[in-house]
């Protein structure tokens, strides 16, 4: 079935001598994979290798056979020009950190316009910023509403959070928690919006230990999860 929907880029692998397997989460079907015939070699068509960038917000014109195998794209454009996101340092690793993180995380081929329109909105916003360090733990957290784990804001006042759970407990359990100054930045994040993430004033020690936790609460909630290995180029960008 030919299908004309917006889509953002996950992952492009190089296949071959010319061609690449692109992922991409789709407003029409969530989770598509397509296999992009000869496009490093081409330099004439409707499907151009540039638009495969990470994050790269895109309409497609594409085939969905929905059987399991890769699809085809017949036409691409760019629904979104971005003005800073592939060319600012800083801002290209969270864009790569953040492409690979969606990637382990969005598994299923099925639409989920709230998700897809908070995604597009997020990364609208972080194109248009400057003050950024701390976009991408308020992105994370975020996220986990339409993931199904979003943290329990009940009894917020408790002195522990406890990651399998998913709630706050007032004394420490077995398993992975947050305490302290870690916890303290957590409930920050919890209860602010994006235009207000730069009020929240961390140094670099404090942001790699709570991305280090959101990264542990999405591997005790998200089945065959892996860590992504784009961490140590942002923890340098942002050190």
Do not use: C
Not at 154 to 165: A, I, P, T
Not at 166 to 195: A, V
Not at 210 to 238: A, D, T
């Amino acid at each position: 079935m030919q299908v004309t929907t917006k889509a953002i880029v996950l992952s492009a692998l190089k296949y071959g001598d010319n061609s690449l397997i692109v992922k991409a989460y789709t407003l029409s079907d969530g989770l598509k994979s397509y296999l992009l015939k000869g496009v490093l070699s081409s330099k004439k068509g409707k499907v151009k290798a540039a638009y495969f960038q990470p994050l790269t917000q895109l309409e497609l014109v594409a085939v969905h056979k929905n059987k399991g195998t890769l699809e085809s794209i017949r036409e691409a454009k760019t629904s979104y020009h971005y003005q800073t996101l592939h060319t600012s340092i800083a801002k290209n690793a969270m864009a790569q950190f953040l492409a690979e993180m969606l990637s382990n995380s969005l598994l299923e081929e099925e639409p989920n316009e709230n998700l897809f329109n908070y995604i597009e909105a997020s990364l609208q916003w972080l194109d248009t910023e400057t003050q950024i360090a701390n976009f991408h733990l308020h992105f994370l957290l975020s996220i986990t509403k339409y993931l199904g784990f979003y943290p329990d804001r009940k009894n917020n006042g408790f002195f522990y959070f406890d990651l399998v759970e998913g709630s706050f407990i007032n004394k420490p359990s077995l398993n992975p928690i947050l305490e302290g100054k870690n916890l303290n930045y957590f409930k920050m994040f919890l209860g602010t919006n994006f235009d207000a993430i730069y009020t929240v004033k961390m140094n670099k020690t404090d942001r790699q230990d709570l991305l280090k936790s959101l990264i542990l609460y999405f591997e005790l909630h998200l089945q065959g999860f892996r860590k992504p290995k784009s961490l140590v180029i942002l923890n340098e960008i942002f050190s």
